[in-house]
């Protein structure tokens, strides 16, 4: 089955960039989502179709992709950004949605 | 803007089945692809399965399998999923989100779920 891995958690300090990737097997071809989810709340979309942001999503977010690897970048991180970070896609061949197993961001 | 209303709380002894629900508003439940989605205490998200819109079946994640039904009420737009066996390891939040272009945009308040003899 098709696997989605993140780094467990992330440091980084107040105004730094903080960078969450996503490994996949392949995936240049699929496009990636990636969720921010706050503590006792559902998530919520902050990249969709690899790179685009949601409209209310600050232009700190964005996402990018290189060889199999999907990334999540958010610069001038503010407190407020501490969450957990999901990335997801739907993998075509198995027919199932695939979520990574998520990334902690600590802002220190 | 889509709203998800999921029902309350469930207790549930280990082998019995829990059915939760989620009611739809600002569009009806046939112009969504509803899905669920669960997540564990302290886990990550896990995908179990939902409305296919490419080919127009309803999809589940292998693990469940067997264990898992996902329904519609189209005369009230609600959406139900319903896991049977229940063991301890099912206890978690449970989610409703409907997928467009396998992005899920909205969700519901969650469900939690507790397994316990």
């Known amino acids: 089955s098709y696997v989605l891995t993140q780094p467990p958690s992330v440091s980084v300090a107040p105004g730094k960039t903080a960078r969450i990737t996503c490994g996949g097997d392949?995936?240049?071809?699929?496009?990636v989502y990636w969720y921010q989810q706050r503590p006792g709340q559902a998530p919520v979309v902050v990249i969709y179709y690899d790179g685009d942001r949601p409209s209310g999503i600050p232009e700190r977010f964005s996402g990018s992709k290189s060889g199999n690897t999907a990334t999540l970048t958010i610069s001038r991180v503010e407190a407020g950004d501490e969450a957990d970070y999901y990335c997801?896609?739907?993998?075509?061949?198995?027919?199932?949605?695939?979520f990574g197993g998520g990334t902690k961001l600590i802002v220190l | 803007q889509v709203q998800l209303i999921q029902s309350g709380a469930e207790v549930k002894k280990p082998g019995a089945s829990v059915k939760v629900s989620c009611k739809v508003s600002?569009?009806?439940?046939?112009?969504?692809?509803m899905h669920w989605v669960r997540q564990a205490p302290g886990k990550g998200l896990e995908w179990m399965g939902g409305?296919?819109?490419?080919?127009?079946?309803?999809i589940y994640a292998q693990k469940f399998q067997g264990r898992v039904t996902m329904t519609e009420d189209t005369s009230t737009d609600t959406a139900y999923m319903e896991l049977s066996s229940l063991r301890s390891e099912d206890t978690a939040v449970y989610y409703c989100a409907p997928v467009q272009q396998w992005l899920f945009a909205y969700w519901g308040q969650g469900t939690l779920v507790t397994v316990s003899s």
């Open positions: 997801q896609v739907w993998d075509s061949g198995s027919e199932h949605v695939v």
């Open positions: 392949n995936i240049g071809s699929k496009s």
């Open positions: 600002g569009y009806t439940l046939t112009e969504l692809s």
């Open positions: 409305f296919d819109p490419e080919n127009g079946e309803t």
